[in-house]
């Protein structure tokens, strides 16, 4: 189909409402990955997993929630540590007890060495000229503190580090507004990843001479820090008697969807029910079921191939419910690779 008439599709048939925001934020040698504005169950109570393989990270939504009949939007994040420099790929999948869902990608690269974590004392008393720096090593990261000598007291610091070959450079600079006072300061940063090897330290134009320091090794695998789940916002309340009185096709979950979707419908008595896929030229592409069924609701899963077994072309298709050939329902369902 050509690119420009597909969207045009989903516009005439309403269908193009993914909302999915997947992006990351970068911060010295943390990552946290972002994905706003899911819609899901809004009884989901998300457990982020994280795995890296090469450079692909995998995060997986795993659903621990009840399921509830109604959806809303989330937002979630998962921040880790630990990473070499590189170019990366995150895919992120989300699943619970019945069915996987895949929700994109996107793509980032880490390639600074990053100070992390600055933390500052805040102006101290003035006290003699004593300053002097401590260097500490863990893993990949190395550790600076910095007893300072008299500085602007509306100090703010900015950390900048980087290799030249075995010499490594760190500058910080006072972006702060300058005022009409000096005193010393207890300053802390942490620069990650470093390469294992063994360096000279190049800060502050020699004052505390050329210190040396050697790097074993990185972490002992990736570290996620912490994830983040946001209230449920924008919630839709799904119709559902208790005991189903008509011939109902709810609507098919998650729609747009890659790759399977969930289907329901209602039966209020026992009835010969056959429910099949179709494309838009009306052509049989695959027939999910054809049997006689008890009353009550039922969940079919369509995980986007023919009745060969093979995947089907993205597009838009057609679900349709034949009820003992006397109700028939349909709906829109709309396949994104």
């Not at 699943?95 to 996107?106: F, H, K, L, P, V």
């Not at 992390?116 to 550790?143: H, K, M, W, Y």
């Not at 559902?240 to 790759?259: A, D, G, K």
Request: proline letters at 5%.
């Amino acid at each position: 189909m050509n690119k420009k008439l597909f969207f045009v599709v989903l516009l005439l048939t309403g269908l193009w409402s993914q909302t999915d925001n997947i992006y990351t934020t970068i911060s010295g040698d943390t990552v946290t990955i972002h994905h706003d504005q899911t819609r899901r169950n809004c009884c989901s109570l998300f457990d982020l997993q994280v795995t890296v393989d090469d450079s692909i990270i995998t995060v997986t939504e795993v659903d621990t929630g009840e399921y509830c009949y109604c959806e809303c939007s989330f937002d979630l994040s998962v921040a880790v540590t630990g990473l070499a420099a590189g170019n990366y790929t995150v895919e992120v999948f989300g699943t619970d007890s019945i069915y996987q869902t895949y929700w994109g990608s996107t793509d980032f690269t880490l390639t600074d060495i990053g100070a992390v974590n600055p933390q500052s004392s805040g102006c101290l008393t003035a006290r003699e000229d004593t300053a002097f720096i401590e260097l500490t090593v863990n893993g990949d990261t190395l550790n600076l503190f910095w007893d300072t000598p008299l500085l602007n007291c509306c100090l703010e610091t900015d950390w900048c580090g980087w290799l030249n070959g075995d010499v490594f450079h760190v500058t910080m600079t006072d972006t702060g507004a300058p005022c009409d006072c000096e005193c010393p300061f207890e300053l802390t940063v942490d620069f990650a990843p470093l390469p294992p090897g063994t360096y000279t330290l190049d800060f502050w134009d020699g004052a505390y001479g050329y210190p040396q320091f050697t790097v074993g090794g990185s972490r002992d695998g990736l570290i996620v820090l912490n994830s983040y789940q946001s209230d449920c916002y924008g919630m839709q309340v799904e119709t559902r008697p208790p005991n189903p009185t008509e011939y109902t096709l709810l609507q098919p979950y998650p729609n747009p969807f890659n790759p399977q979707t969930t289907i329901r419908y209602c039966l209020p008595e026992a009835a010969p029910v056959e429910l099949a896929i179709y494309d838009l030229q009306g052509r049989l592409v695959r027939m999910l079921v054809a049997e006689p069924q008890q009353a009550g609701l039922k969940t079919v899963i369509w995980r986007g191939r023919d009745m060969q077994g093979y995947e089907v072309a993205s597009g838009v298709y057609l679900c349709r419910v034949n009820f003992g050939n006397r109700y028939l329902r349909s709906a829109k369902l709309l396949l994104i690779k």
